[in-house]
């Protein structure tokens, strides 16, 4: 039997990584950060790149697909250079440099799929998860689509993402009037700012001074302003934008109810997990969900918060009106969804990813 690295070296594969934002780069850094037993070397799309991280430079010519090639192309040279004993791709676009690193080196795969990219690239997506050696569902939604698009039942994990430690900022008190609060990019549609957008009424029809506050940017954030005029709600909502984490945790702490009804996808994806559930409950707020896709997972109808069909507007301003009028239940869903949340601290949740990683690499030996 060969005789292992003392941390055996582990190509990681992301098409994100921080100082960018975004869910992809927090769960990227969240298990890179968090692994103790082997020696992580990542690969992605950024400025320079500094320890144990090879940024590319990102193609000025094609944009992001052209990024994603130059990403691809460098993972191989740097396999080649510094073979390593797993290929971990955290993105279905770099499954083709995964694999042709898996034919090259030996070294076992592991791909992670976090959901809508299943459906919205299926073929490369059925040749990722048939190529792999073990695949990393984000939730039992993901990995149901994983199992249609050609994964192994007998190599399929589902291991949720993990949350970072988030008490509750100090001095962090409820805003003054009632505060609904979303986070999400608005590049989708089926996250449910339209359907938030016109709840709004029906919610201030009983709640009067309550009001939305929108963090997160995107290509559909006019159509949305639009909307906030059309059905005269315009002055009690407040389109934040992009802001840095530490803004956007004293926003939600301070606020009364976390809602984001996102519904399926027109092509049948969706909320992959939702980890931004998981991070209202770490800081003590109750959360509005759509009864569909990886929210079922995320969130514990009825005691972290409550799930309610995301297609219904009728539905979610009742769910949110409710929690805003009874104050003692929401708080105690924030103190349970807080509890809930520890289960899924990026220590614990790493250490599970690195033990199948370290699993594979033994049996390679």
């Known amino acids: 039997m060969a005789r292992l690295p003392l941390k055996p070296p582990v190509l990681v594969l992301t098409p994100d990584y921080p100082p960018s934002l975004g869910g992809i780069q927090r769960l990227s850094a969240g298990f890179v950060e968090h692994w103790s037993r082997c020696e992580p070397r990542v690969v992605t799309v950024g400025a320079d790149g500094d320890g144990g991280i090879w940024r590319v430079k990102p193609s000025r010519i094609g944009g992001r697909k052209a990024s994603i090639v ?27 440099a995964a694999r042709a690193v898996r034919r090259v080196t030996g070294a076992p795969l592991v791909q992670y799929v976090h959901g809508l990219e299943l459906e919205t690239r299926p073929r490369l997506a059925s040749s990722a998860l048939r190529a792999a050696d073990a695949v990393v569902a984000n939730s039992g939604f ?39 609060v979303i986070v999400s990019r608005m590049d989708e549609r089926y996250k449910g700012h339209d359907v938030l957008i016109r709840a709004l009424p029906l919610i201030r029809a009983r709640v009067p001074d309550a009001r939305l506050v929108v963090i997160g940017d995107g290509a559909l954030r006019p159509a949305y302003e639009r909307l906030a005029r059309a059905v005269g709600v315009e002055q009690a909502i407040k389109f934040v934008g992009a802001i ?122």
């Open 70 to 96: 130059l990403l691809n192309a460098a993972a191989v040279s740097e396999a080649w250079r510094n073979p390593p004993e797993l290929v971990f791709s955290v993105h279905i676009v770099t499954s083709p």
């Open 244 to 365: 840095r984490d530490s803004e956007r945790n004293l926003a939600v702490a301070r606020s009364h109810v976390f809602a984001m009804p996102s519904r399926l996808a027109s092509n049948g994806g969706g909320e992959g997990f939702g980890i931004a559930y998981l991070e209202a409950g770490a800081l003590g707020v109750p959360v509005v969900a759509g009864n569909v896709a990886g929210a079922l997972d995320a969130v514990v109808d009825g005691v972290t918060g409550l799930l309610v069909d995301p297609t219904d507007h009728v539905a979610v301003a009742d769910a949110i009106t409710a929690l805003l009028l009874d104050r003692e239940r929401a708080e105690q869903m924030g103190r349970a969804g807080a509890e809930r949340a520890k289960q899924f601290a990026w220590p614990r949740i790493a250490g599970q990813v690195e033990e199948l990683i370290l699993s594979l690499v033994r049996e390679r030996a």
């Open 142 to 180: 993901t990995a149901r689509i994983a199992l249609r698009k050609g994964a192994s039942d007998a190599k399929l994990h589902v291991i949720a993402p993990g949350v970072d430690s988030l008490d509750r900022p100090t001095g962090a008190r409820r805003f003054e009037c009632p505060t609904i």
